[in-house]
Every structure is written in C-alpha cells, then in structure tokens.
C-alpha cells in the first residue's frame, strides 16, 4: 500500500509564499508521475503541477511562473514551491502518485491566503 504524506502548508499572506513536500512510502523514481492537485470550497479538485519519471513537468496556467514542482531525491519527496500567493490559491493540497495507472492520494494540506 503506498502512503503519500503532505506538509507545509498554513497561512500566508498574499503575495507570500509557502513551499509543500509530499513523502512517499516507496521511491518517488517508482512512479509514472507524481504530482499536486487542489480543491477549494465548492469547486472540483484540479491539477496544479505534475512532473513525470523523465523530468518533465507540467503546470496549471493559473500557476505558471509562480509554483514550482521539483523531486528531492535524497529526502525521496516530491515538493511544490508557491511564491506570489494569491486569494484564489486557497484550497486544501493533494498529493498524487501514478502507477502502473493506479492513483495515489495523500490526505491533503490546507493553504490557506489571506
């Protein structure tokens, strides 16, 4: 069973920043892709970042230029840096970990800007 666990977030002010980590119980290189998704008050979950096994990564435009998704090989953590906070960016954070088409989910992390 793989465990995918968030920390980092909190509250920041606007134009702050905060910077999530997502543990995983087995290698982050295991996986297809990993990634951050989120879900605020009444709206569906949505992508934030991915990055996938070769590196590639992949970003939300609403997020472009300010988050920043990147792989800690030596904490085995899949991290999002989020600078230039704004209000719409307040929702609770997931964890995603892809696998042999199966997906993985943390139990999310609340950032909330304020």
């Known amino acids: 069973q793989v465990q995918l666990v968030e920390s980092g977030g909190g509250l920041v002010q606007p134009g702050g920043s905060l910077r999530l980590s997502c543990a995983a119980s087995?290698?982050?290189?295991?996986?297809?892709?990993m990634g951050w998704y989120r879900q605020a008050p009444g709206k569906q979950r949505e992508l934030v970042a991915t990055?996938?096994?070769?590196?590639?990564?992949n970003y939300a435009d609403s997020v472009k230029d300010r988050f920043t998704i990147s792989r800690d090989s030596a904490k085995n953590t899949v991290d999002l840096q989020m600078n230039s906070l704004k209000s719409e960016d307040t929702a609770v954070y997931y964890c995603?970990?892809?696998?042999?088409?199966?997906?993985?989910w943390g139990q999310g992390t609340q950032v909330t800007t304020v």
């Open positions: 995603n970990a892809v696998r042999t088409a199966t997906h993985h």
């Open positions: 087995r290698s982050i290189f295991s996986f297809n892709a």
């Open positions: 990055i996938i096994s070769g590196g590639r990564t």
